[in-house]
């Protein structure tokens, strides 16, 4: 299946794992949920007309209601990337200055364009917040960053979310668990919160307390749910698994992953999808494989949003 890679980036991004992930989705006719959105590169994979769609980082959420809202169009991103990126480009300091101009600019006004240069010319696709809210990834050194074909790359993704983003998509700032009380029994939640007992790249972190409690919502849903967690790695085993999840039906997927920006911080780590519904899948190994009826399900979806995509040329 062809993926939507979104205009946001951030470190754990599930580009990558977005197939097995859809491979589990059943079928409902309710909505898609999610209470902890990042950069959406699940949802706008889901191939759902319906959503609600939360994260407690409001800047995330702000970007995509102004795409929403036409606030945001690809032929302004283009413009707006041009223009600083030019400015990058020829900044004092081999760039630095004018980064650090956008990431003033953008602690005081929360601009989203100025979100969205962050975020693709922050160090190594991460994604971080100081106490006081203010961006905290340091310039990946690289002041021709937005070259022309660059700038194309991300004003088609810009295109793409725009043509799936749909009236029936809400978007949300607040804390998840307001969000999976909304759930019915029609709905599917998908939830991918920070991994406990692991680096937490998030806008005001998690912890233990965090992760109980989302236990106990999810236990008490009427919706069908899937938790993105990780499983183990190559030194320890998510303790979580054997203390909360172990009840729910669990299947694992082997994964790499960079901490850093050198090769040798390439690590391996066993990803875990926990659900609280039948599965149409089959399990070999570290590999999930669809059975003819959940394949039937994918294509679908697949054609959707083809559909939504195709024929439409980025502003």
Known sequence: ?????????????????????????????????????????????????????NDVNPHIIRFYQAIKDREITAGQVREYLNNEGAQLKDASEKGYAHFREVRDRFNQSHCPMDFLFLSRAGFNGMMRFNRKGGWNIPFC?????????YVTKIVNQVHAVTCLIQPGWRFV??????????????????????????????????????????FRLLSDTPARFI???????????????????????????????????????????????VF??????????????PNFEQLMLLEERAEYITR????????
Not at 141 to 149: D, I, L, M, N, T
């Open 1 to 53: 299946m062809q993926i939507i890679v979104p205009p946001i980036k951030s470190q754990g991004i599930k580009t990558k794992l977005v197939p097995w992930i859809q491979a589990l989705v059943p079928k409902i006719s309710g909505r898609w949920i999610e209470p902890f959105l990042g950069t959406g590169v699940v949802a706008f994979n889901s191939g759902f007309s319906e959503a609600l769609l």
């Open 141 to 149: 050194q690289k002041p021709e960053r937005f070259s022309p074909a």
């Open 173 to 214: 700032v607040g804390d998840f668990e307001k969000i999976i009380r909304e759930a019915t029994k029609d709905d599917l939640i998908y939830c991918d919160p920070p991994y406990i007992g692991r680096y937490v790249d998030y806008y005001c972190g998690w912890s233990e307390d965090d992760e109980r409690r989302l």
């Open 227 to 273: 938790l993105s967690t990780w499983h183990h790695n190559d030194f320890r085993s998510n303790p979580f698994i054997d203390s909360l999840w172990k009840d729910f039906n669990i299947v694992t997927h082997d994964h790499f992953y960079h901490s850093g920006g050198k090769l040798e911080n390439r690590r391996s780590v066993v990803e875990a999808l």
């Open 276 to 289: 609280n519904f039948p599965a149409n899948i089959q399990q070999d190994a570290y590999e999930v494989k």
């Open 308 to 315: 939504q995509i195709g024929g439409k040329e980025p502003g």
